[in-house]
T-cell receptor
Framework: DTGVSQDPRHKITKRGQNVTFRCDPISEHNRLYWYRQTLGQGPEFLTYFQNEAQLEKSRLLSDRFSAERPKGSFSTLEIQRTEQGDSAMYLC?????????FGNGTRLTVT | AQSVAQPEDQVNVAEGNPLTVKCTYS??????LFWYVQYPNRGLQFLLKYITGDNLVKGSYGFEAEFNKSQTSFHLKKPSALVSDSALYFCAVRDRGSTLGRLYFGRGTQLTVWP
C-alpha cells in the first residue's frame, strides 16, 4: 500500500488561468473520489469514478471544472478560468476495505 | 438526505484527561460511520469505522467510538488525551445501501490538548 499521491502539493495561480491537478490512487482500488475542502469546512464531494467511468458529479462542479480518469488509473482535475472562490484544498481519495484512503491534497491559491 | 453534525467547533482538554468529540448523523438507511483526523496542510487520516457488529469500535492511537442507533450518534472518545492528539477531527457517514461509496463529512472539531 503505497498510498494515494497528489501532485502538486501547492499551486498558486492568477485569476483566469487554468490549472490541472493529478491524483494517483492505490493501484488496486477501482473507485476514485475528488473532494474540496475550504477553511472551516469538512470535505465536500465533487466527483467519483469507477474505473474510467465518471458516475457522479456534484452541483459544486461547475462547467469550469472537468475531471478525467482515462485508463482507470490516475485521475486529473482541471479548473479553467480560475476564480478566487476556487481557492481551497483539493483532496483525492480511493476506496478500499470500506473506507476512503486520502492523499495529502493540493492546496490551490488563486490571486 | 444524508448529513453529519459535529456540534462543537472546538474541544479543549488537559493532557491525561478523557476526551469526547461528538457526532450525530442522519441517513436514509443504515449507516457506515467513520472518524478521520487531519493535521495542518495534510490529507485526512483514517482513525476508525463502524460497519457492523459490536457498537464499540476501537481504532488507531487509542481512540474508540460508540455507535448509538437510537440517538443516531457516533461520539469519538479517548481515556487519556495526549498533546499530540491536537488536530482537526471529522466524522463521516455513508449510506450502507448506496453503491457509490460517497462519504458525507461534518464540519470538523478542532481538538486542543494542553500540557
Amino acid at each position: 500500500d503505497t498510498g494515494v499521491s497528489q501532485d502538486p502539493r501547492h499551486k498558486i495561480t492568477k485569476r483566469g488561468q487554468n490549472v490541472t491537478f493529478r491524483c494517483d490512487p492505490i493501484s488496486e482500488h477501482n473507485r476514485l473520489y475528488w473532494y474540496r475542502q475550504t477553511l472551516g469546512q469538512g470535505p465536500e464531494f465533487l466527483t467519483y469514478f469507477q474505473n474510467e467511468a465518471q458516475l457522479e458529479k456534484s452541483r459544486l462542479l461547475s462547467d469550469r471544472f472537468s475531471a478525467e480518469r482515462p485508463k482507470g488509473s490516475f485521475s486529473t482535475l482541471e479548473i479553467q478560468r480560475t476564480e478566487q472562490g476556487d481557492s481551497a484544498m483539493y483532496l483525492c481519495a480511493s476506496l478500499g476495505s470500506h473506507r476512503l484512503h486520502f492523499g495529502n491534497g493540493t492546496r490551490l491559491t488563486v490571486t | 438526505a444524508q448529513s453529519v453534525a459535529q456540534p462543537e467547533d472546538q474541544v479543549n482538554v488537559a493532557e491525561g484527561n478523557p476526551l469526547t468529540v461528538k457526532c450525530t448523523y442522519s441517513v436514509s438507511g443504515n449507516p457506515y460511520l467513520f472518524w478521520y483526523v487531519q493535521y495542518p496542510n495534510r490529507g485526512l487520516q483514517f482513525l476508525l469505522k463502524y460497519i457492523t457488529g459490536d457498537n464499540l469500535v476501537k481504532g488507531s492511537y487509542g481512540f474508540e467510538a460508540e455507535f448509538n442507533k437510537s440517538q443516531t450518534s457516533f461520539h469519538l472518545k479517548k481515556p487519556s488525551a495526549l498533546v499530540s492528539d491536537s488536530a482537526l477531527y471529522f466524522c463521516a457517514v455513508r449510506d450502507r445501501g448506496s453503491t457509490l461509496g460517497r462519504l458525507y463529512f461534518g464540519r470538523g472539531t478542532q481538538l486542543t490538548v494542553w500540557p
